[in-house]
């Protein structure tokens, strides 16, 4: 059982994160991830350059009016920048609170080797003590659900839904706000309505073991995926229906005990991520829970490309990750408009 003071400070963490007008920026992208994104735009991956890239999108002015806070890779939270500071305090210096991603990647699934299962259970509470240590005041657990032929299995997704619970349940024993993240995947053909139903199911397993685990629903947070169209689906569904599907579903599946869901961006556009949560705030205003965003990509796809590797290139990608935060803070209202960003342009 959690204290009745340790309730208290989760509870407070938990809704910080999710106050009006902010949203948490996802930079703990692991080095293969980073890698790839980088071998993009042609930026070589070093420690350096990681730390320097982390750093410009870090020390943008003002961006703690619209980011509550920063998810962190292991190697970030270790990193410190060029004036000395340590990253999670240029952070906090920021008004923005330091997190730290702490699963340990996916592997094939033992006989069902097309589904994934998440790793990093093992000396979990030791590596939460050493990163509270550092500064961090929560925590993220990614699981990922592969739409497909036969698949997903139950195996699959109550293997992943009970990893989520005991990470959820160190995290708070330890003091750490836990951010659950079970993501069906974007990729394949599936339409919206069978993605629908496989987030529904997963989001029920995740919170039954949840509830098993003891864990305190207020101190909590969910990083879902949106209900939307498979990639390759021939037929797209528009912004209001994924709106409207992605709520119906949250609704079957999430208790209103926890303070907020904050949707990853999951393959999206930066354009599409920001316009399906709008619309969602705009067509809902009698929710349990808060709606924002804890995107990876839909903030940082354009400042990557604007900044190169290049220190001449830092003020120009600041201002569009500034745009990007600022244009995702008026979705958290549902106040977003096309209009808005062709000012910016």
């Given at each position: 059982m959690i204290s009745g003071m340790d309730k208290?400070?989760?509870?407070?963490?938990?809704?910080?994160?999710?106050?009006?007008?902010?949203?948490?920026?996802?930079?703990?992208?692991?080095?293969?991830?980073?890698?790839?994104?980088?071998?993009?735009?042609?930026?070589?991956s070093t420690e350096d350059t990681?730390?320097?890239?982390?750093?410009?999108?870090f020390t943008t002015p003002g961006i703690g009016e619209f980011l509550?806070?920063?998810i962190l890779f292991d190697e970030t939270i270790r990193q410190k920048a060029d004036d000395g500071r340590p990253l999670p305090k240029v952070l906090e210096d920021q008004g923005v609170i330091p997190g730290i991603k702490v699963d340990k990647s996916?592997?094939?699934?033992?006989?069902?080797?097309?589904?994934?299962?998440?790793?990093?259970?093992?000396?979990?509470?030791?590596?939460?003590?050493e990163y509270r240590g550092?500064?961090?005041r929560f925590t993220k657990w990614r699981a990922v659900i592969t739409i497909g032929q036969g698949i997903p299995t139950e195996r699959?997704?109550?293997?992943?839904?009970?990893?989520?619970?005991?990470?959820?349940?160190?995290?708070?024993?330890?003091?750490?706000?836990?951010?659950?993240?079970?993501?069906v995947l974007i990729d394949g053909d599936h339409t919206i309505e069978r993605c629908y139903e496989v987030t529904e199911w997963t989001l029920n397993r995740t919170f039954d073991y949840i509830y098993e685990a003891g864990v305190e629903l207020s101190g909590m947070l969910l990083k879902p995926n949106m209900v939307i169209s498979g990639k390759d689906c021939p037929e797209q569904a528009g912004v209001e229906e994924?709106?409207?599907?992605?709520?119906?579903c949250l609704k079957r599946s999430v208790p209103a005990a926890v303070p907020g869901?904050?949707?990853?961006?999951?393959?999206?556009?930066?354009?599409?991520?920001t316009a399906h949560l709008n619309a969602m705030n705009r067509l809902y205003d009698d929710l349990p829970w808060e709606l924002s965003f804890s995107y990876a990509r839909a903030l940082q796809g354009r400042p990557m490309e604007i900044w190169k590797g290049d220190d001449a290139n830092v003020e120009a990608a600041q201002k569009a990750f500034y745009h990007r935060a600022k244009m995702n803070s008026a979705a958290r209202s549902g106040s977003y408009s096309e209009e808005m960003e062709k000012e910016a342009a």
């Open positions: 208290e400070q989760l509870q407070s963490t938990a809704r910080a994160l999710v106050a009006p007008g902010k949203g948490i920026l996802a930079a703990d992208e692991s080095f293969g991830t980073i890698g790839k994104r980088f071998k993009a735009v042609g930026i070589e990681r730390r320097r890239y982390r750093q410009m999108l509550s806070g920063v996916t592997t094939a699934l033992p006989l069902s080797p097309q589904e994934k299962f998440t790793q990093g259970l093992d000396g979990l509470r030791e590596r939460l003590e550092m500064g961090a699959c997704i109550s293997a992943n839904a009970h990893g989520l619970a005991l990470f959820a349940a160190f995290s708070q024993e330890a003091g750490l706000v836990p951010i659950v993240e079970p993501e994924v709106a409207r599907m992605t709520v119906e869901i904050v949707f990853l961006s999951g393959g999206q556009s930066d354009l599409q991520a």
